[in-house]
């Protein structure tokens, strides 16, 4: 299994709160990534980051923010938790060496149970 | 807008039977497509995997054919067994016009194989 550790597994929050998520890697690669898993949309990406400091957004980034200080640790705040952010949330990981895509793989970590109330 | 689609939710198969799920993407600058399995409270694991010079992959039970003029691919499972029931998403990737790498999912299709 890829060395991917996401914290906390499961949390309950009040809406209006800061919630911070983080992914941890064991692996050094240099793409991580955040996703969130809802009935009926599927994995959505949050947002990515393709080195330390370098991030950029995705399909559902509203609301949401990131940050890398070190190749290892990826953060996602949600600045004030709302119920529509009540989700599943999946790091992942790769390692692009290349100019194609292809043979890299996407390596997920647990997950984060995130309910708002 | 959504670049990758997998237009069944569900599919239901006897055990011993072919699976087929499909999944239609809309970039053609994608030049990797992956299908993953997803056990409730697990994430993701990967399974099979095409670059878009090749038009079938195979690996044991499973096979992944890719259609690259109708931006169409499709996992094969045969037989399939009740292990296989999982959600299972596509997923497409490639350096887009950020020129970084993304990959984006499905929706995800939930087989489930009847005994």
């Known amino acids: 299994d890829a060395g991917i550790t996401q914290s906390p597994r499961h949390k309950v929050t009040e809406t209006g709160t800061p919630v911070t998520l983080r992914c941890h890697q064991t692996?050094?690669?240099?793409?991580m990534y955040w996703y969130r898993q809802d009935p009926g949309h599927g994995l959505r990406l949050i947002h990515y980051s393709y080195g330390v400091k370098d991030t950029d957004k995705g399909e559902v980034s509203d609301g949401y923010s990131v940050s890398r200080s070190k190749t290892e640790d990826f953060l996602l705040t949600l600045e004030s938790a709302t119920s529509s952010q009540t989700s599943v949330y999946f790091c992942?990981?790769?390692?692009?060496?290349?100019?194609?895509?292809?043979?890299?793989?996407?390596?997920f970590g647990s997950g984060t149970q995130l309910s708002v109330l | 807008d959504q670049q990758v689609k997998q237009n069944s939710p569900s599919l239901s198969v006897q055990e011993g039977r072919i699976s087929i799920l499909n999944c239609d993407y809309t970039?053609?600058?994608?030049?990797?497509f992956l299908w993953y399995k997803k056990y409730p409270a697990e994430g993701p694991t990967f399974l099979i995997s095409?670059?878009?010079?090749?038009d079938k992959n195979e690996d044991g039970r499973f096979t992944v054919f890719l259609n690259k003029s109708a931006k169409h691919l499709s996992l094969h499972i045969v037989p399939s067994q009740p292990g296989d029931s999982a959600v299972y998403f596509c997923?497409?990737?490639?350096?887009?016009?950020?020129?970084?790498?993304?990959?984006?999912f499905g929706t995800g299709t939930r087989l489930k194989v009847l005994a």
């Open positions: 997923a497409a990737s490639g350096v887009l016009t950020s020129g970084t790498y993304k990959y984006i």
């Open positions: 692996e050094n690669h240099r793409y």
């Open positions: 970039n053609s600058m994608f030049d990797y």
């Open positions: 992942a990981i790769s390692e692009f060496k290349g100019s194609s895509a292809t043979n890299e793989k996407l390596f």
């Open positions: 095409i670059s878009s010079i090749k």
